[in-house]
């Protein structure tokens, strides 16, 4: 019968009810079950395959809630979730109205603390054993972190005040040598170190089980003959001196040997916190996912017997993205310009730069989920007069705010930021959303920052980003399908600061910066041949500087002028609105109006882009709404 275990697990308690032998066949219908949920929504795949045993080994062990679970980026917490009550909700993961991909406080009392981001849940647990202790609760805090997310800085801030804390705080380091590319760096090269030293484990283990049936006065002895024998077989003292009780390596798919180890590590009582390095398969018993080259990180509905999305037609062939024209775009710019550079953080292939690194390796770094140092890295070439395009989520600019003000702009150094999922993203949901780059970019000094349209408006702005050089320079693009174009036609230069007009009208300016513009422009279709309403509509393209030559004939001419952009407030309406009252030409005794349409003080939960952007009144609808409201209130 299919399921027949798991069919009756619908919490933690339920699962503690089985033999441990019994979690073996469970962990093939879980396994199953998230092929075939996954094959039908999509979501994050790869991930998930590898820690199945993992997840249903914690759970078997310690006592969720109480004990504190904390999941690191937590893009493999679907088993998590069947396991904690949310089975029979997985088919709307990552839809409108369903669960989220991430881990999710407001969802269930399991998810103990948030995420979406990377290298966080060492600095969480911390925080959480701490409170514990502080007030005399016994329970455990457990942290469970990918190798790659080790290579983010915040991870060696929580690791470094672990000390705080005792037994009562596990770090499971799971180590599956990938992230969403393959890792980088020196820690990386460490843990694979220690994995190819299996002496030492074999040394361990044959030391461990004969110290007991030593007296007393030799177990001492023995004792210090098993740390000795560890620091010379494998020199791993790393995470020791770093104030743990280090223990591995275990195989992460030997459900018996980690029920074993995981209990016998909740029972120790000692005055230091606990690290267990785990190994682990990406994609673990999925053939598709463990023979492709990012193990089926992320993907959309796929057919379980091929592992391909064979949802194409002869339309999308047609169709391409715009980080597929930023990645040909920056190569063939830079095929002809040898002091570009390019640097991602852990996301080459995501952010479409695998081309350049395969025409030019040496011209192209992946400095690990590091996005403050990519930054910084980025600011001594520029120094030394190379041109560094640093390609990021927009997202994860967050976290390396402070680089761009103190490291770049303070400095006035020509970096270029490319920024992609600018806006609303879809089912990664909020933790992803781009919403804060224009507020933060636009009001830091000397920064220009770009917005294209089109396909054809982002090539010739990475080219004229290539040939600036008098200050850092920014262009934000989103999330989502084009046309495919002839990058080499659109290689043009384009005049800083200056917006495009897209047809004349009269009384009403809409001045759109980036994707809403076919929205606008289907929006004064209605308009026109619904109302016989007839808009000014400009290309912005610029968020900083602002084309003030535009502004003020605008501000002249018409009695209303709207701005539309994928941000919150504080950016790019709110630079318009200050330059246009600093001027003189809105309030007082001029009758000019002025409306800013922006994200809402909001976050939006996942669901479809088009979803979230009608969620937050940014779709064409609502801009006909609001050109009509301002009309009849002239």
């Not at 040939?467 to 384009?494: H, Q």
């Not at 605008?554 to 919150?568: F, N, P, R, V, Y």
Request: charged content about 20%.
């Amino acid at each position: 019968m299919k399921n027949k275990l798991f069919s009756n697990i619908n919490s933690p308690e339920d699962l503690k009810k089985l033999a441990v032998n019994e979690l073996i066949p469970l962990s093939d219908e879980i396994r199953n079950t998230l092929i075939e949920t996954i094959s039908q929504t999509g979501g994050h795949l790869g991930s998930n395959l590898g820690v199945v045993e993992l997840t249903i080994a914690l759970h078997y062990v310690f006592n969720s809630p109480t004990d504190s679970l904390v999941w690191d980026v937590s893009h493999q917490s679907y088993i998590h979730k069947m396991l904690t009550g949310r089975k029979d909700k997985m088919l709307s993961i990552r839809q409108k109205n369903g669960i989220s991909g991430f881990i999710s406080r407001a969802e269930s009392v399991h998810d103990c603390f948030g995420a979406g981001h990377s290298s966080t849940s060492i600095s969480a647990s911390v925080g959480i054993a701490l409170a514990n202790k502080l007030n005399n609760i016994q329970a455990k805090t457990i942290a469970i972190i990918g190798d790659g997310s080790l290579s983010g800085g915040l991870a060696f801030e929580g690791l470094n005040n672990a000390n705080l804390c005792d037994s009562n705080l596990i770090v499971i380091v799971n180590d599956n040598n990938m992230s969403i590319d393959r890792p980088t760096g020196a820690l990386s090269a460490y843990l694979s170190n220690i994995l190819t030293k299996k002496p030492f484990d074999q040394a361990r283990h044959m030391i461990t089980n004969h110290m007991e049936k030593l007296p007393t006065s030799l177990q001492e002895i023995s004792k210090k003959v098993k740390s000795i024998t560890k620091e010379v077989i494998t020199g791993d003292k790393y995470f020791e001196h770093m104030g743990f009780d280090y223990y591995g390596i275990l195989d992460g798919h030997d459900i018996p040997q980690l029920v074993s180890t995981l209990s016998n590590l909740k029972n120790l009582q000692k005055n230091k916190p606990i690290l267990l390095h785990v190994k682990t398969n990406k994609g673990n018993g999925y053939h598709h996912a463990e023979n492709a080259i990012d193990k089926l990180h992320g993907v959309t509905k796929f057919n379980v017997d091929t592992g391909k999305n064979e949802q194409k037609n002869s339309e999308n062939e047609n169709k391409t993205t715009l980080t597929q024209i930023f990645s040909e775009s920056l190569l063939e710019i830079a095929k002809n310009d040898e002091k570009i550079i390019a640097i991602t953080s852990a996301m080459l292939g995501n952010t479409g730069l695998q081309p350049f690194k395969d025409y030019a390796p040496h011209r192209v770094f992946d400095v690990g989920i590091a996005e403050m140092h990519s930054l910084v890295f980025a600011s001594g070439l520029a120094i030394k007069g190379f041109k560094p395009f640093v390609a990021v989520y927009s997202t994860f600019l967050q976290r390396a705010y402070d680089g761009v003000i103190h490291d770049v702009s303070l400095q006035n150094l020509p970096v270029k930021l490319v920024l992609d999922r600018a806006g609303y993203v879809g089912a990664d949901g909020k933790t992803h959303a781009g919403m804060f780059d224009l507020n933060m970019l636009v009001n830091i000094p000397h920064m220009v920052v770009l917005a294209p349209s089109s396909p054809t408006e982002l090539v010739s702005m990475l080219y004229t980003m290539s040939v600036y050089k008098d200050s850092p320079i920014a262009i934000r693009f989103p999330k989502g399908v084009c046309d495919k174009i002839n990058v080499k036609d659109n290689l043009k230069l384009m005049e800083i600061g200056k917006s495009n007009l897209i047809q004349k009208g009269s009384n009403i300016a809409i001045l759109s910066l980036g994707g809403r513009l076919d929205n606008v422009k289907k929006a004064s279709d209605i308009l026109k041949n619904e109302h016989n309403i007839h808009i000014t509509i400009i290309d912005s393209r610029f968020a900083k500087p602002l084309d003030v030559h535009m502004l003020k004939e605008l501000a002249q001419s018409h009695k209303a002028i709207i701005t539309i952009e994928e941000g919150i407030t504080g950016g790019y309406g709110s630079s318009v609105a200050k330059y246009l009252t600093d001027a003189h030409l809105l309030g007082g005794q001029n009758d000019l109006i002025f409306k800013e349409m922006s994200m809402p003080d909001e976050y939006i939960e996942h669901a479809t882009i088009e979803e979230q952007y009608t969620q937050a009144k940014l779709d064409t609808s609502a801009i006909v709404l609001a050109v009509k409201n301002l009309t009849d209130s002239q």
